[in-house]
């Protein structure tokens, strides 16, 4: 059991996807399911979004402020967290695995404000683990106008873990995306 909180973030425009993207179905099943399964080993998970579902019935958490930007679930889950880690995670990676999450909380130091997987040559700020330590740096952030996670992360004592080009990083932004991720997963079986 990972002694932390995981925070899934269902609250994003999905633009360029065209639809919910948590709702696509992969391989028989939600990707919100997948993601949702894949955090099975946390203390608590939770779902942080602008507006609860109807169907969904897993614990929900309403963003504490109106921006759109994944800062504001960060800022969510870490004011309601009540473990001292929280895993931040967007509802876009449903390759993801509980074996990422294990490393992450396997690497993480006692002075470390987040622990940050490094894939495909770009920071997961949206698939890190985050020290509730960090919640006044967040504030200041705020004042000063600024809703970037990657700036906030590069500004704190964070731990990144190489994943490379790992496919469980592959983001599905895209209807094309979509249909590569579910070839590749129906490839695999």
Not at 9 to 36: C, E, M, N, P, T
Not at 41 to 49: A, C, P, Q, S, Y
Request: net charge positive.
């Amino acid at each position: 059991m990972i002694s932390a909180s995981a925070f899934i973030l269902i609250g994003g425009k999905s633009d360029r996807f065209g639809s919910q993207k948590w709702q696509s179905i992969i391989a028989g099943k939600s990707v919100f399911d997948h993601i949702w399964d894949a955090c099975s080993g946390f203390e608590n998970r939770f779902v942080i979004g602008k507006k609860k579902p109807h169907k969904l019935v897993k614990p929900f958490i309403f963003d504490e402020l109106e921006i759109q930007a994944p800062i504001n679930g960060l800022y969510t889950a870490l004011k309601h967290s009540k473990t001292d880690w929280i895993l931040l995670l967007s509802c876009d990676l449903p390759l993801i695995d509980a074996d990422v999450f294990q490393t992450l909380w396997d690497t993480r130091t006692k002075e470390a404000d987040a622990v940050i997987p490094v894939a495909y040559d770009r920071n997961q700020g949206t698939s890190a683990l985050y020290h509730k330590r960090i919640l006044p740096h967040l504030e200041s952030t705020f004042q000063h106008a600024d809703h970037s996670l990657y700036s906030l992360t590069e500004k704190l004592n964070s731990i990144k873990v190489e994943f490379r080009d790992d496919k469980r990083f592959w983001n599905m932004n895209t209807k094309k995306d979509f249909v590569e991720i579910s070839n590749f997963i129906a490839n695999k079986v």
